[in-house]
């Protein structure tokens, strides 16, 4: 998976742009050979999001497991929600909040030092 973008976040259009059925090769090729983490994440979109192209079109590389697909399915899912999560009055004395702050879970974790800052 490519580090720089998020295959997830590309939408139909553009996929087809580059890999649809009138889409220019020559543009294809250009972005494959000068911005080859784009072209990778656009064609993981275009495969696992839109299912434009098959699976078998992707490299080796690039292909995602199935643990892969339901971990990126369930960690977009959950900052879709990221509900507030109340703290416990107890909690809150130990941080220095006022008593029922609301905090996301990534605030939570870092508060607790499971996450770096």
């Not at 050979?33 to 979109?45: H, M, R, V």
């Not at 839109?50 to 900052?79: C, F, S, V, Y």
């Not at 009055?89 to 499971?114: H, I």
Request: some cysteine; proline content about 5%; glycine content about 4%.
């Amino acid at each position: 998976m490519s580090s720089k973008y998020d295959y997830a976040k590309f939408s139909r259009a553009e996929c087809e742009e580059v890999f649809g059925p009138k889409s220019k090769s020559l543009k294809a090729a250009q972005m494959a050979k000068f911005q080859p983490d784009l072209y990778a994440a656009l064609k993981q979109s275009a495969c696992y999001t839109h299912g434009i192209i098959a699976e078998a079109m992707l490299p080796r590389a690039h292909q995602l497991t199935r643990e892969q697909l339901d971990k990126k399915a369930r960690a977009d899912a959950a900052a879709a929600q990221d509900n507030l999560i109340p703290l416990p009055n107890e909690l809150a004395d130990r941080l220095g909040v006022p008593w029922g702050t609301r905090v996301t879970y990534e605030q939570l974790q870092k508060s607790m030092g499971k996450q770096s800052i």
